[in-house]
T-cell receptor, first 113, second 115 residues
Framework: DAGVIQSPRHEVTEMGQEVTLRCKPI?????LFWYRQTMMRGLELLIY????????DSGMPEDRFSAKMPNASFSTLKIQPSEPRDSAVYFC???????????FGEGSWLTVV | AQTVTQSQPEMSVQEAETVTLSCTYD???????LFWYKQPPSRQMILVIR??????QNATENRFSVNFQKAAKSFSLKISDSQLGDAAMYFC????????????FGTGTSLTVIP
């Protein structure tokens, strides 16, 4: 079975540009998570969806960040405008809400210069 | 909110030896799940082992086992016969069974395996 699929794997962009990260959760999973990982802050939960509805977005750093889940098989995390401090690895993960294990994608490495 | 604490930022172990990584958590819930994830240099997050809080028996997966002490809110990971491929960052995680099914991660322990 395919795991969580993220794209792009790597992105280098200039400050001020819009960045869109994409995620396809595992089929049948109805919970989706976006995490950010940096050396300074470790693994931070940005937002969590259940059945395509955002449940907890308290981790979204600021208005420059937005996330959507238009259907059960696709989610996006958008940063506009991007800043150098947004450089991080962004992970998407999914799980069955009634289950117990969270499965991660391979991450999107973002560098903002 | 629940918190997960990993008090060992770095650990090292000689190849073929045994190492134990510590994790404590804070919760008022009685039913929950605990996990250990491994993150090698590739940055991929890999599930190592999981434990249901209602089970008294400690989970085991080949060379990996846990020591789950519910009253003490402790969940340590033991790696036996350490191999070079075990070198990675290890994250302890807690999942609530309440509304939201939220996951909480510790700050990680970096494990070095010495040949």
């Amino acid at each position: 079975d395919a795991g969580v699929i993220q794209s792009p794997r790597h992105e280098v962009t200039e400050m001020g540009q819009e960045v869109t990260l994409r995620c396809k959760p595992i089929s049948g999973h109805n919970s989706l998570f976006w995490y950010r990982q940096t050396m300074m802050r470790g693994l931070e939960l940005l937002i969590y969806f259940n059945n395509n509805v955002p449940i907890d977005d308290s981790g979204m750093p600021e208005d420059r960040f937005s996330a959507k889940m238009p259907n059960a098989s696709f989610s996006t995390l958008k940063i506009q405008p991007s800043e150098p401090r947004d450089s991080a690895v962004y992970f998407c993960a999914s799980s069955v809400s009634s289950g117990n294990t969270i499965y991660f994608g391979e991450g999107s490495w973002l560098t903002v210069v | 909110a629940q918190t997960v604490t990993q008090s060992q930022p770095e650990m090292s172990v000689q190849e073929a030896e045994t190492v134990t990584l510590s994790c404590t958590y804070d919760t008022s819930e009685s039913d929950y799940y605990l996990f250990w994830y491994k993150q090698p240099p590739s940055r991929q997050m890999i599930l190592v082992i999981r434990q249901e809080a209602y089970k008294q028996q400690n989970a085991t997966e080949n060379r990996f086992s846990v020591n789950f002490q519910k009253a003490a809110k402790s969940f340590s990971l033991k790696i036996s016969d350490s191999q070079l491929g075990d070198a990675a960052m290890y994250f302890c995680a807690y999942r609530t069974t309440n509304t939201g099914n939220q996951f909480y991660f510790g700050t990680g322990t970096s494990l070095t395996v010495i040949p």
